[in-house]
């Protein structure tokens, strides 16, 4: 792909190419799929921002990565400071728990019976 330092840069194109990259960023930083979902849709839209300032003054895939990589920690910043949003996680976490657990001390007291 010869897009370094064009102006032309063609976004989905790019998405396209370096979508791996982009992917493994969110892996990174968010352990359920809704959250990496969230996050990729974020990255994507500051590519979509800053694609036309692109210079090619490093490698495409260097640039997207660190397009990726702030928006990431910028992410991981906020909801530090955000705990509301942080205690929705919390909360899905714990009902998982205990479905989890009342369904094992369901099946424990059907095998004792």
């Given at each position: 792909?010869?897009?370094?330092?064009?102006?032309?840069?063609?976004?989905?194109?790019?998405?396209r190419?370096?979508?791996?990259?982009?992917?493994?960023?969110?892996?990174?930083?968010?352990?359920?799929?809704?959250?990496?979902?969230?996050?990729?849709?974020?990255?994507?839209v500051?590519?979509?921002?800053?694609?036309?300032?692109?210079?090619?003054?490093?490698?495409?895939?260097?640039w997207?990565?660190?397009?990726?990589?702030?928006?990431?920690?910028?992410?991981?910043?906020?909801?530090?400071?955000?705990?509301?949003?942080?205690?929705?996680?919390?909360?899905?976490?714990?009902?998982?728990?205990?479905?989890?657990?009342?369904?094992?001390?369901?099946?424990?007291?059907?095998?004792?019976?």
């Amino acid at each position: 792909m010869s897009l370094q330092g064009s102006s032309n840069l063609d976004f989905e194109e790019v998405l396209r190419s370096y979508n791996s990259l982009l992917y493994k960023v969110c892996y990174m930083f968010k352990s359920d799929q809704d959250s990496r979902r969230d996050l990729y849709q974020e990255i994507c839209v500051n590519i979509w921002r800053g694609l036309p300032e692109f210079k090619g003054k490093s490698s495409l895939s260097t640039w997207l990565y660190r397009v990726a990589l702030n928006t990431a920690l910028s992410d991981t910043r906020k909801q530090k400071h955000n705990p509301l949003d942080r205690a929705d996680e919390y909360t899905d976490q714990l009902s998982t728990s205990f479905q989890t657990n009342h369904d094992q001390y369901h099946d424990l007291s059907l095998l004792l019976k």
